[in-house]
């Protein structure tokens, strides 16, 4: 099992411009957060989607948007990019239950010229 | 509101050395609390959780709602720790499953 998969690796876009990140969750893992980490920061919740719904968010406007498909993978979807979203973004899986450990993928790092 | 505070952004200790790496938190209900660790060039791992009360690579934490710490010791911190430490809350209240993190902790150990 590779773990929690994110692509791309690296990513420039330029303000205004619109950008998709995806995630495959871990082998039995059926809900996927998301997290942004600006530099010296630590990871900042966007959303978590179980059952291909958003069940909840964080602190992040509306121009951050997510999906969640059948096979549990999802993608993060950020609008009409600002400068300030120039970050690594992060996913990660768990299983509802009990424990809901959070397991992370290597992130994608987005830099907005 | 959910607030982790991690007050040292840097910390320098010499191999064989005691390691404590603080955490103070700000939740008025029962949370639950965890240490994740980056080691260089690898993807953020849980290293730790208070309701395990597990002891992994020779550290532990122990969660004090008086103080509402949750502090990580080492009793000899060794090369290999070096990494970046990050203390994370979650509600555990029906309905939350956002991780809040703090901003982390660098640790360097010195050979």
């Known amino acids: 099992d590779a773990g929690v998969t994110q692509s791309p690796t690296h990513l420039i876009k330029t303000r205004g411009q619109q950008v998709t990140l995806r995630c495959s969750p871990k082998s039995g893992h059926d809900t996927v957060s998301w997290y942004q980490q600006a530099l010296g920061q630590g990871p900042q919740f966007i959303f978590q989607?179980?059952?291909?719904?958003?069940?909840q968010r964080g602190n992040f406007p509306d121009r951050f948007s997510g999906h969640q498909f059948p096979n549990y993978s999802s993608e993060l979807n950020v609008n009409a990019l600002l400068l300030g979203d120039s970050a690594l973004y992060l996913c990660a899986s768990s299983s509802r239950g009990w424990d809901e450990t959070q397991y992370f993928g290597p992130g994608t790092r987005l830099l907005v010229l | 509101a959910q607030r982790v505070t991690q007050p040292e952004k840097l910390l320098s200790v010499f191999k064989g050395a005691p390691v404590e790496l603080k955490c103070n938190y700000s939740?008025?209900?029962?949370?639950?609390l965890f240490w994740y660790v980056q080691y260089s060039r690898q993807r953020l791992q849980l290293l730790l959780r208070?309701?395990s009360r597990e002891s992994i690579k020779g550290f532990t934490a122990d969660l004090n709602k008086g103080e509402t710490s949750f502090h990580l010791k080492k009793p000899f911190a060794q090369e290999e720790d070096s990494a970046m430490y990050y203390c994370?809350?979650?509600?555990?209240?029906?309905?939350?499953?956002?991780?809040?993190f703090g901003k982390g902790t660098k640790l360097s150990v010195i050979p």
């Open positions: 989607y179980y059952e291909e719904e958003e069940r």
């Open positions: 939740y008025s209900g029962s949370p639950e």
């Open positions: 994370a809350l979650r509600y555990s209240g029906a309905g939350s499953y956002q991780l809040t």
């Open positions: 208070h309701i």
